[in-house]
C-alpha cells in the first residue's frame, strides 16, 4: 500500500503557522514512508473564498519547500461528484430532506441548552415527506446505536456513541455540499490513508467515519495534531503577531530554519534541536507527537534561526539580505562585497533584518550615534583621531593587516591604551553599529569613506563639547 497524505487548506486568508506545520507534518510522513503528498483547496465556501488566498497559500508552500506530488485540486471543480454521492445516499434512504426553519432550529437549540442538554438535530424531518421543491437542505441519516471507534495515531483510541450525533447537514438549502461530506468523498476518491490535521477537526471525524461506511470504503487512518498556543497560553492568531508563513519570511527567517522550529512544536528526537530536512524526514514519527498543546516561543525561533544563518552559504545570505537592504534605503550594489559584509556580521544577528540593520554603515554615511558609546568612547579622543586617521591617509594598500598595523603604531606612539585609539575609530565608522575586527571593518567600509568619518566624528566632537 503506497502512503498518501494531504494537505488541504480552505483560501479564506493566508497561510498561517498551524495549517504550515499542519503540512509539514502530513509532507514529512508521506516522505518518510516513500508516499504521496497531495494539495487540496477546499474552496466550497465560494463567499469567503478568493484567488489571492489561493496564492498565498502556493507561494507558502513553495517558499518553504513543501512540494506536493499531485494536485492542487480544487473542491469547486468536483460539485457534480458530491451531489452523486448525496443522491446515491438519499436513494439507499441514508439522507434525507429536511425543510425546518431557521426558527425552529433556534427554537429547539435553546430548549436544549436551557434544559442543559446538547444541542443536537432531533431528527423532526425524519420521517417527513418534504418536497424536493420547497426550501430544505440535505441531512445524513447518522446511525443512532452503537459507538464510533478509532485509533488516532496522535491520542490513541478515541471512541463517541451514536447517540451524541445529530444528522448532519450534508448540502445546504443553496445546493452546496458542506465539508464533511466533501472532505470524506475527496479523501476517497483521491486514495488517501492518512488524515494528519488540526486537533480542531477531531469532533468530525466520527461522523465522517460514518460517511465512510455508510458509502462502503475504507476509512483512512487519522492523526489530530494538538494546537498552537501563544505565549498567553490562548489559541495562536493574528493577535498574537507574525502567523503569517510569508510574514516570517519578510521578518528576515530563512525557511529552513522555520521549518525546523515548526517540527519541534509538538514532535521531538530525544534532546536534539536542529534538524535538517533529511534528518526530519529520516527521523520522523507520528508516535513522536506530542498530546498536549505546544506553544509558540518566538525568542527559541530566533536563536533558531540565527544558527542556520551562521551556517548558510554567504552568497545565498548576501541576495537575501540585499532585499532587506533595498528595504532600508540602502543600495549594496556599490561599495564592499556584499557577501563578504555578511560573512564578517552574521554572527551578531538572530534574523535577515536585523543583518541588514547592522550592516547599512557599510555602504551609506550616517550622522547619528549611538549615544551610550559615544559618551566614554568620544572622551578626549580628538588626538588619537587625528593621530591615526593620518597614518590611515597614507596608506597605499588599503587592507586588513595595515590597517591593523596603522592602529597598533598609534597605540605605540601616543603611549596609550589599545582602546583610547580603537574605541573612537569604531564609533567613528560605525556609528555604534555591532561590528567584526576593527581592521577588517575598516577594510570593508572603505579608505575614502573612513577618513571622510573620522572627520565628522572630530567635528561631533568638537560641536559638542562642553
Same mark, same amino acid.
Given at each position: 500500500?503506497?502512503?498518501?497524505?494531504?494537505?488541504?487548506?480552505?483560501p479564506?486568508?493566508?497561510?498561517?503557522?498551524?495549517?504550515?506545520?499542519?503540512?509539514?507534518?502530513?509532507?514529512?510522513?508521506?516522505?518518510?514512508?516513500?508516499?504521496q503528498?497531495?494539495?487540496r483547496?477546499?474552496?466550497?465556501?465560494? /463567499?469567503? &473564498?478568493?484567488? =489571492?488566498s489561493?496564492?498565498?497559500? $502556493?507561494?507558502?508552500?513553495?517558499?518553504?519547500?513543501? @512540494?506536493? +506530488?499531485?494536485?492542487?485540486?480544487?473542491?469547486?471543480?468536483?460539485?457534480?461528484r458530491?451531489n452523486?454521492v448525496?443522491?446515491?445516499?438519499?436513494?439507499?434512504?441514508?439522507?434525507?430532506?429536511?425543510?425546518?426553519?431557521?426558527q425552529r432550529?433556534?427554537?429547539?437549540r435553546?430548549?436544549?441548552?436551557?434544559?442543559?442538554?446538547?444541542?443536537?438535530?432531533?431528527?423532526?424531518?425524519?420521517?417527513? /415527506?418534504? &418536497?424536493?421543491? =420547497?426550501?430544505?437542505?440535505?441531512r $445524513?441519516?447518522?446511525?443512532?446505536?452503537g459507538?464510533? @471507534?478509532? +485509533?488516532?495515531?496522535?491520542?490513541?483510541?478515541?471512541v463517541?456513541?451514536?447517540?451524541?450525533?445529530?444528522?448532519?447537514?450534508i448540502r445546504r438549502?443553496?445546493?452546496a455540499?458542506?465539508?464533511?461530506?466533501t472532505?470524506?468523498?475527496?479523501?476517497?476518491d483521491?486514495?488517501?490513508?492518512?488524515?494528519?490535521r488540526?486537533d480542531?477537526h477531531?469532533n468530525?471525524?466520527?461522523?465522517?467515519?460514518?460517511?465512510?461506511q455508510?458509502m462502503?470504503?475504507?476509512?483512512?487512518? $487519522?492523526a489530530?495534531?494538538?494546537?498552537?498556543?501563544g505565549?498567553?497560553?490562548?489559541?495562536?492568531?493574528?493577535?498574537h503577531?507574525?502567523v503569517?508563513?510569508?510574514?516570517?519570511?519578510?521578518?528576515?527567517?530563512?525557511?529552513?530554519a522555520?521549518?525546523?522550529?515548526?517540527v519541534?512544536?509538538?514532535?521531538?528526537?530525544?534532546?536534539?534541536?536542529?534538524?535538517?530536512?533529511?534528518?526530519?524526514?529520516?527521523?520522523?514519527?507520528?508516535?513522536?507527537?506530542?498530546?498536549s498543546?505546544?506553544?509558540?516561543?518566538?525568542?527559541?525561533?530566533?536563536?533558531i534561526?540565527?544558527?542556520y544563518?551562521?551556517?548558510?552559504?554567504?552568497?545565498?545570505?548576501?541576495?537575501?539580505?540585499?532585499?532587506?537592504l533595498?528595504?532600508?534605503?540602502?543600495?549594496?550594489?556599490?561599495?564592499?562585497?556584499?557577501?563578504?559584509?555578511v560573512?564578517?556580521?552574521?554572527?551578531?544577528?538572530?534574523?535577515?533584518?536585523?543583518?541588514?540593520?547592522i550592516?547599512?554603515?557599510?555602504?551609506?554615511?550616517?550622522?547619528?550615534?549611538?549615544?551610550k558609546?559615544?559618551?566614554?568612547?568620544?572622551?578626549?579622543?580628538?588626538?588619537?583621531?587625528?593621530?591615526?586617521?593620518?597614518?590611515?591617509?597614507?596608506?597605499?594598500?588599503?587592507?586588513?593587516?595595515?590597517?591593523?598595523?596603522c592602529?597598533?603604531?598609534?597605540?605605540?606612539?601616543l603611549?596609550?591604551g589599545?582602546?583610547?585609539?580603537a574605541?573612537?575609530?569604531?564609533?567613528?565608522?560605525?556609528?555604534?553599529?555591532p561590528?567584526?575586527?576593527?581592521?577588517?571593518?575598516?577594510?570593508?567600509?572603505?579608505?575614502q569613506?573612513?577618513l571622510?568619518?573620522i572627520?565628522?566624528?572630530?567635528?561631533h566632537?568638537?560641536e559638542?563639547?562642553s
Amino acid at each position: 500500500m503506497t502512503v498518501k497524505t494531504r494537505f488541504a487548506p480552505s483560501p479564506t486568508g493566508y497561510l498561517h503557522v498551524g495549517g504550515a506545520r499542519t503540512a509539514l507534518f502530513s509532507w514529512l510522513y508521506a516522505r518518510r514512508q516513500g508516499g504521496q503528498f497531495v494539495l487540496r483547496i477546499e474552496d466550497t465556501d465560494l /463567499e469567503r &473564498s478568493t484567488q =489571492e488566498s489561493v496564492d498565498a497559500i $502556493f507561494q507558502g508552500m513553495e517558499w518553504l519547500g513543501l @512540494a506536493h +506530488d499531485e494536485g492542487p485540486f480544487y473542491q469547486t471543480d468536483r460539485f457534480d461528484r458530491y451531489n452523486a454521492v448525496i443522491d446515491e445516499l438519499m436513494a439507499r434512504g441514508l439522507a434525507y430532506r429536511c425543510g425546518c426553519s431557521r426558527q425552529r432550529l433556534d427554537d429547539l437549540r435553546e430548549g436544549q441548552m436551557a434544559a442543559k442538554q446538547k444541542p443536537r438535530y432531533d431528527g423532526y424531518c425524519l420521517n417527513t /415527506e418534504v &418536497s424536493a421543491e =420547497e426550501q430544505h437542505v440535505i441531512r $445524513f441519516r447518522n446511525p443512532q446505536e452503537g459507538d464510533v @471507534a478509532f +485509533d488516532d495515531l496522535v491520542r490513541g483510541k478515541i471512541v463517541v456513541s451514536n447517540t451524541e450525533l445529530d444528522d448532519l447537514i450534508i448540502r445546504r438549502s443553496d445546493g452546496a455540499p458542506t465539508y464533511n461530506l466533501t472532505v470524506v468523498v475527496d479523501d476517497h476518491d483521491m486514495g488517501m490513508t492518512h488524515v494528519i490535521r488540526g486537533d480542531d477537526h477531531i469532533n468530525n471525524t466520527p461522523r465522517q467515519i460514518n460517511l465512510y461506511q455508510a458509502m462502503g470504503w475504507d476509512v483512512p487512518k $487519522f492523526a489530530h495534531l494538538p494546537m498552537i498556543l501563544g505565549d498567553d497560553g490562548a489559541r495562536l492568531s493574528k493577535r498574537h503577531g507574525a502567523v503569517s508563513v510569508m510574514q516570517y519570511r519578510e521578518a528576515g527567517y530563512l525557511p529552513e530554519a522555520l521549518l525546523n522550529y515548526l517540527v519541534r512544536l509538538g514532535w521531538s528526537h530525544g534532546d536534539q534541536e536542529l534538524f535538517t530536512i533529511e534528518q526530519m524526514i529520516e527521523l520522523f514519527d507520528l508516535k513522536a507527537v506530542n498530546k498536549s498543546p505546544s506553544t509558540f516561543n518566538t525568542e527559541k525561533l530566533n536563536w533558531i534561526n540565527a544558527q542556520y544563518i551562521k551556517d548558510a552559504d554567504p552568497q545565498r545570505l548576501a541576495e537575501l539580505v540585499k532585499g532587506h537592504l533595498a528595504d532600508l534605503g540602502v543600495d549594496a550594489s556599490v561599495g564592499a562585497d556584499l557577501a563578504t559584509v555578511v560573512e564578517a556580521q552574521r554572527e551578531r544577528a538572530s534574523t535577515l533584518v536585523e543583518l541588514a540593520e547592522i550592516s547599512t554603515f557599510y555602504y551609506q554615511d550616517f550622522d547619528v550615534y549611538d549615544a551610550k558609546k559615544t559618551k566614554k568612547a568620544f572622551k578626549g579622543a580628538i588626538e588619537p583621531l587625528r593621530h591615526v586617521q593620518a597614518k590611515l591617509a597614507a596608506l597605499d594598500v588599503w587592507a586588513s593587516a595595515p590597517i591593523k598595523q596603522c592602529v597598533a603604531d598609534s597605540v605605540d606612539e601616543l603611549e596609550v591604551g589599545f582602546g583610547k585609539v580603537a574605541m573612537p575609530l569604531r564609533i567613528s565608522v560605525t556609528g555604534g553599529a555591532p561590528s567584526p575586527d576593527l581592521d577588517l571593518t575598516l577594510q570593508l567600509v572603505g579608505k575614502q569613506a573612513t577618513l571622510r568619518r573620522i572627520d565628522q566624528a572630530i567635528t561631533h566632537i568638537e560641536e559638542n563639547a562642553s
